[in-house]
């Protein structure tokens, strides 16, 4: 046998052990054994570079160092879920979707696991990328570190597409997670604080060797691509085993929601027998087409909620209630805390949100509260100890000036919290925008982040985002923790926003209630800040999601002259704030007006593609059918009842071939 055969065949036997060990946890050869096949395996590829494979296992022992980890897009966007906290809100969540589908609902519910989240993405059988979650949009390339984890397969096996993705979490099993912190008491470190953060923070680590030494796991749950050979998501489930991955068997297919709300129950209990970390359980409606019916709002699946259990609780001692300025001006009172162990971390502060919930606790400094975190993420103070309150005690008067620049503050009738309105000389509010301008998800300028920006604006170089175009390295330079090569860096990076597109540009304005996805609809149907800042209200409620209260924040923005200053310093600078050509010549106002619905399963474009088509072309989509609706564009398997609403009211029923017509 030659080298090249010796090379494959130790390949795939490795691989064949690797998954029956950390997938089908059925070993059967010993460790010794399996380590003196990697070892020779080894040292063959040493000798032999020219037969170098990037899945081979023995990548699995790292190796590769990454100083800087590149962003990555993703194909398909990775959504948060809605979530929920008791049987009502789950029975209402069942109500919403059975009145937006037809048929019987099956729904598979999987246990939530508490890690950092990872989207792995194949092409014929082999890993060759996995990207953490990020914003959802896009997220960092972490493959060489991913595949150091041995249950994540290199090589799949059985009859996979030739690509696709598929989502997970990493997690960290508390044994291995106990076993880690002996060892680091043991040299006299600190212990990691919990078994997710540590999984989180090793996705990260420059060393992909160290990753390796780690006993990081990997559980998946859902394929994505254009084209999947299944129909439902536990068939996926299923598939997704076949193919080599890690799927924990606990998933289970429920007719009915009294059996789903059995599996919560069951769990709620059984939970604290599980090897990791379970928070919850996920909801899915198990037809892959009535997923593609119930669709997505901004940020989440219509078709899947995550039932989180009860969150832990601690009582500890309200210190003091100080006050924090966001970068729209609104305060937010917090709790500061005798610090108390939470979930596995330290708690040292929680948010008391607004002036009505301080009063409705009655919650006073010197109190014994209950606290826990909420989703299990950001602490809140869900009750006092009364029967701890000292005798004397006075109830908490809410500031009535900005704790930052001494500005009486505002409430507005109906909004729950008060306001600087000092905005043009609050310190928070100008650092605040600006943090805001360079985030990720607007600017995304390199070599700048949050501390900078603040010392940046302490040290008079900038009073607003529009300074950032006017900075020099010689400038930067003098800056705390700034050498030449960082400071040249943050000045191309503020350069190269330049070419950041108009939607998002639009966002990193910080107009107050303009989110990502409003941002988006305003810059699609303006298409340029001009025509925008001349807009009426009227024209800018006749924009599809833009209600009055959005319309009235853009009109007071815009009617702002030091704003009018800001956007024309911009639009100098060469900042996009007009749609690119290349935009542009895919966008038309041959549907202006219409509203459509799409229903069913389409062969030339997909759905999302097909609603993307409708909107470029100056459509609005609608998920129900109604007298406002102008066509439904139908697919194979159509539901009944919506082409039966269709018929009733006179709506045309177009086949995707008549859309794609309509728009050629």
Known sequence: MNPEQQIKQLR?????????????????????????????????????????????PSVR???????????????????????????EDLLDWEKRITKLIEGKIQYTCELKYDGASISLTYENG??????TRGDGFQGDDVTANVRTIKSVPLQLKGDYPEKFSIRGEIILPFDGFEKMNLERIDIGEEPYRNPRNTASGSLKLQDSSEVARRPLECLLYSLKANRLPIATQFEGLQKAREWGFKVPEVARLCNSI??????????????HDMPYETDGVVVKVNSL????????TAKSPRWSIAYKFKA????????????????????????NLEPVQLAGTVVKRASLHNADQIAKLDVREGDRVFVEKGGEIIPKITGVDLNMRAAGSSPTSYITHCPECGTPLERQEGEAQHYCPNSEGCPPQIIGRIQHYISRKAMDIEGLGGETVALLVENGLIGNYADLYDLTVEQVIPLERMAEKSARNLVNGIEASKQIPFER??????????????????????????????????????VDEIGERIAQSILDFFSSEENKITVARLKNYGVQLEMSAEKLANQTDKLKGSTFVVSGVFETVSRTELKKLIEDNGGKVSGSISGKTSYV??????????????????????SEADFLEMIS
């Open 12 to 56: 795939e036997e490795l691989r064949e052990h690797n998954y029956k060990y950390y997938v089908l946890d059925e070993p059967t050869i010993s460790d010794f054994e399996f380590d003196q096949k990697l070892k020779q395996l080894q040292d063959l590829e040493a000798a032999h570079p020219e037969f170098f494979d990037a899945n081979s």
């Open 126 to 131: 082999k890993l060759v990328s996995a990207v």
């Open 505 to 542: 540009v639009l966002f990193a304005l910080g107009i107050r209630y303009v989110g990502e996805t409003v941002a988006k609809k305003l810059a699609r149907y303006f298409k340029s800040i001009d025509a925008l800042m001349a807009a009426s209200e009227d024209e800018l409620v006749s």
């Open 312 to 335: 832990e609780s601690a009582v500890t001692t309200l210190n003091k209630i100080t006050y924090q300025v966001g970068r729209t001006g609104a305060i937010t009172p917090v709790a």
């Open 289 to 296: 087409q009535q997923q593609e019916e119930l669709g997505y």
């Open 258 to 271: 009294d059996e789903v709300l059995e599996f919560i129950n069951y769990w709620d209990v059984h939970r």
């Open 61 to 87: 022992v790292g190796g590769e160092v990454t100083k800087n980890f590149d962003t990555v897009v993703h194909e398909f966007r990775m959504y948060s879920l809605d979530n929920s906290y008791s049987k």
């Open 633 to 654: 564009v139908a697919g194979e398997n159509m539901g009944p009842s919506k082409r039966t609403k269709a018929e009733g009211l006179g709506v045309p029923i177009i």
